[in-house]
């Protein structure tokens, strides 16, 4: 594989900080954008999606934010816990590839007690 | 409901060989996509399976082939296994939909080639 794939960029923060992660996108066709949080050892598991004709979208700790000028995507978490420790996939699809995902690079978040 | 199951959870080949993965989707869902993960990177979209048929394919060489049940339970056969293909392989189950449908990833099978 290429070298730089294995170095995903990282994110410390401490317990009951609030975290950001980025992420840039590619398609300008991509209208739907999901976070995934990925656990050592276990498949990605899904945290919050976000439709191209909003802007903001909130849940339960976290928020997304969707820029469509810029291809950016982020992901506030409110008061981080360790148990967040993971590492944060962005995804894109678009209506009527059935689903199929297009992944960015990864984020790992580490939460210190 | 178990969820996306797949198998085995580790996997130990040499060059050359042949693998089959195994995936069970989700209860009630009728799609399944497979996806490539290299250490340190995202997920690859590799094929997707639908009404037992490859609806759809990423850029993989034709080693990498598939097979979904009437039970819509999947498999993933490599042939002539690289080192290159070391990696962690997930399965993705879902309804089918044309538009944006919630994927459910399994915990994946990790290949190691040698």
């Known amino acids: 594989g290429e070298s730089v794939g294995l170095h995903l960029p990282t994110l410390s923060v401490q317990e009951g900080d609030n975290s950001i992660i980025n992420c840039a996108y590619s398609?300008?066709?991509?209208?739907?954008f999901i976070w995934y949080k990925q656990e050592s050892g276990k498949g990605p598991q899904f945290i919050i999606d976000?439709?191209?004709?909003?802007d903001k979208r909130q849940g339960q700790r976290v928020t997304v934010l969707l820029n469509k000028t810029v291809k950016h995507l982020s992901l506030q978490i409110a008061a981080t816990q360790p148990g967040d420790s993971a590492v944060y996939f962005c995804?894109?699809?678009?209506?009527?590839?059935?689903?199929?995902?297009?992944f960015g690079q990864g984020t790992i978040l580490t939460v210190h007690p | 409901d178990a969820g996306v199951t797949q198998s085995p959870t580790h996997l130990i080949k040499t060059r050359g060989q042949q693998v089959t993965l195994r995936c069970s989707p989700k209860?009630?869902?009728?799609?399944v996509s497979w996806y490539q993960q290299a250490l340190g990177q995202g997920p690859q979209f590799i094929f997707q399976?639908?009404?037992?048929?490859?609806?759809q394919r990423g850029n993989f060489p034709d080693r990498f082939s598939g097979h979904q049940f009437p039970n819509y339970s999947s498999e993933l056969n490599v042939n002539a296994l690289l080192l290159g293909d070391s990696a962690l392989y997930l399965c993705?189950?879902?309804?089918?939909?044309?538009?944006?449908?919630?994927?459910?990833f399994g915990p994946g099978t990790r290949l190691t080639v040698l």
């Open positions: 995804a894109e699809t678009r209506t009527g590839s059935y689903g199929k995902l297009t």
């Open positions: 399976y639908y009404e037992e048929e490859e609806r």
């Open positions: 398609n300008s066709a991509s209208d739907y």
């Open positions: 993705a189950s879902s309804w089918d939909r044309p538009s944006y449908n919630e994927q459910f």
């Open positions: 976000i439709r191209s004709n909003m």
């Open positions: 209860s009630g869902h009728d799609t």
